[in-house]
């Protein structure tokens, strides 16, 4: 029998889970409280007349596609990939890449603000024994994944640097993921090493190689201490919306007996 793993966090209002400005915003109404938006669709009924007289449950909610476990499209890093191609929005998205062995990279010894290098993913793989084939879907297991709604969550975790993302990419990955606000190391961090440095090519360092390789990412992901290295799926389906830079997604992982 399947055992599936929830490896989503909840979209939930009030925590620090994105920056300041960016943070998402849920009113919820209760049965108590629509009971008369119900019946005013009735004329002549009134809240006497229903079960309880409850009306519905429903929230309204004013969030990014990047709040909560999401999909970012190739869209979201440039207007191009593939060397200069239009860059696919989340609509576009091959839905092939959303279904495929996953294979998880443990670099939660690595600290805060730690930009993962190439030789950093070959000595992980090796460590697990497993050879990336074409659609694997890797993701980054960082000390920032239980860290979700606390105040350090934005800038917890380490990220994956330029040449750690093409060397996934050149072996045939299309999909990878972290359980860290981003992909990149956490924006204080590489702040604090462009002050120094002015080097404007470490911004977005990972993000931006989806400008030579076309590629999405999972962010936000959850309980991935729970995977194995490797020897599950992963299910990622993005929601659909037309031309959009991201989709939300309640990523699983399955895991065969």
């Not at 330029?162 to 981003?182: C, I, K, N, Q, Y």
């Amino acid at each position: 029998m399947q055992t599936l793993i929830d490896i989503s966090v909840p979209l939930m209002a009030g925590i620090a889970s994105d920056p300041p400005g960016l943070l998402p915003e849920i009113d919820y109404f209760d049965h108590e409280q629509t009971a008369s938006d119900v019946v005013a669709y009735f004329p002549g009924a009134t809240v006497a007349d229903l079960p309880d007289g409850e009306g519905w449950a429903i929230e309204r909610v004013r969030i990014s596609t990047h709040n909560g476990t999401h999909l970012d499209a190739p869209y979201h890093y440039a207007s191009t990939m593939d060397g200069g191609a239009p860059a696919i929005t989340i609509d576009e998205v091959p839905l092939e890449w959303c279904f495929q062995p996953g294979v998880k990279l443990d670099f939660r010894h690595f600290p805060d603000g730690y930009v993962v290098t190439a030789d950093d993913v070959a000595a992980e793989l090796d460590r697990i024994g497993h050879e990336l084939s074409p659609l694997d879907i890797v993701v980054i297991n960082t000390a920032g994944g239980t860290k979700y709604g606390e105040p350090d969550y934005v800038s917890a975790g380490c990220g994956m640097g330029r040449a750690a993302t093409l060397f996934l990419l050149e072996r045939g990955v299309r999909l990878t993921g972290t359980d860290a606000w981003s992909w990149d190391a956490p924006f204080v961090h590489t702040a604090a090493r462009y002050a120094v440095e002015h080097d404007p090519s470490l911004i977005w360092e990972g993000h931006r190689a989806g400008r030579d390789i076309g590629y999405c990412h999972l962010e936000k992901l959850h309980n991935l201490e729970a995977l194995p290295d490797h020897g599950f799926r992963i299910c990622c389906f993005p929601v659909k919306v037309h031309a959009a830079s991201a989709g939300w997604t309640r990523a699983v992982a399955i895991l065969e007996p």
